[in-house]
């Protein structure tokens, strides 16, 4: 029994309404002036502007990135050598040479230079300022022909008072050269005070190529095999080392020799290995250039000489030296 009994305030039977939330608000997501609920929008498979403006955006912000991280690949190529201490930046271009040589073979730059990762492939050479490779700048006007290459030429701290001649000798600066994953090939030329032409261009695998002779036959594999005829590779190779070893190098009676053997050879045959256009005549014409001995080269030889001229490629090598 209980102590106290009081009245009930309220039926047995009462129902009490309870919210299903705390706090109500409107749908930011509802499109003004549509009468479709967002549920509905869904189900359509419809997608907000604002969606798609960040969507949008974000792309254009992954692009970027991805060019960003393509030119810094190919530059940690060039700053991972011991060249790294440049000073100057002179001049970065691709290009473009209006005649055209024809090679047999076709080289592929994966065979060559290995695999594309992604990074630019970076032929860097080193060259003493005092004794310019014109060889090179031949073969880099030919490969500028067969490939969109990237040229850049530097000054290393070791140097003072380049000619302004070799600063632009890789041509003029081009627009895109901030883009580097545009090109397929790196021309890096590094004016500097070493005593033999240094050619780098994988430091992890590959050992440096020292003289320009050997490496102007790197280059030259860039844009055809050599022969395949053993006869015909020796003769190529005899004459390339004749034109650095003896032309370049040698004295006056050694010139005198070579000039003779030159003008026997090209009686021959229009080029130094028979009918086609070779590594042998590069090398041979940019050395008789360089030496000074084109004016008193015989007949057969100053034919030659007009006849790699009129190929167009040998123009930096004789702006050069003027």
């Known amino acids: 029994?209980?102590?106290y009994q009081v009245k009930p305030i309220c039926g047995a039977h009462a129902e009490t309404d309870l919210p299903t939330c705390m706090y109500k608000l409107p749908n930011i997501h509802a499109q003004k002036g549509n009468s479709?609920?967002?549920?509905?929008?869904?189900?359509?498979?419809e997608v907000d502007p604002a969606v798609k403006a960040l969507e949008a955006r974000q792309d254009e912000i992954m692009r970027k990135l991805h060019e960003l991280k393509a030119a810094v690949e190919g530059l940690a190529k060039t700053v991972t050598t011991p060249d790294a201490d440049l000073d100057l930046t002179v001049s970065s271009s691709l290009?473009?040479?209006?005649?055209?040589?024809t090679f047999k073979g076709v080289t592929d730059l994966d065979t060559v230079l290995g695999k594309d990762l992604g990074a630019l492939r970076d032929i860097v050479i080193s060259a003493n300022p005092a004794q310019p490779p014109l060889s090179l700048l031949v073969l880099h006007s030919l490969l500028c022909q067969r490939y969109r290459v990237l040229s850049t030429v530097h000054v290393h701290s070791s140097v003072n008072g380049v000619p302004p001649q070799l600063l632009s000798c890789l041509g003029p600066r081009h627009a895109d050269s901030y883009a580097r994953q545009m090109f397929q090939l790196g021309f890096t030329l590094i004016w500097k005070d070493v005593p033999k032409l240094q050619m780098k261009f994988s430091v992890q695998n590959m050992c440096p190529i020292e003289g320009e002779a050997n490496v102007a036959r790197f280059l030259f594999k860039?844009?055809?095999?050599?022969?395949?005829?053993?006869a015909l590779a020796?003769?190529?190779d005899s004459w390339v080392d004749t034109a650095f070893f003896q032309l370049a190098e040698g004295s006056t009676k050694e010139r005198s020799t070579v000039l003779r053997a030159l003008n026997s050879a090209l009686g021959r045959n229009p080029w130094l290995a028979g009918q086609e256009f070779s590594l042998a005549d590069i090398a041979c014409y940019c050395c008789v250039l360089q030496s000074g001995s084109a004016s008193a080269a015989p007949a057969n030889v100053q034919r030659w000489?007009?006849?790699c001229e009129n190929l167009g490629h040998f123009s930096p090598a004789k702006l050069l030296l003027q």
């Open 1 to 3: 029994m209980p102590m």
């Open 222 to 230: 860039l844009l055809a095999p050599y022969p395949s005829d053993p």
């Open 95 to 101: 290009s473009e040479s209006a005649s055209s040589t």
């Open 305 to 307: 000489i007009k006849s």
């Open 36 to 45: 479709c609920t967002p549920e509905h929008a869904l189900q359509n498979g």
């Open 234 to 236: 020796t003769m190529v």
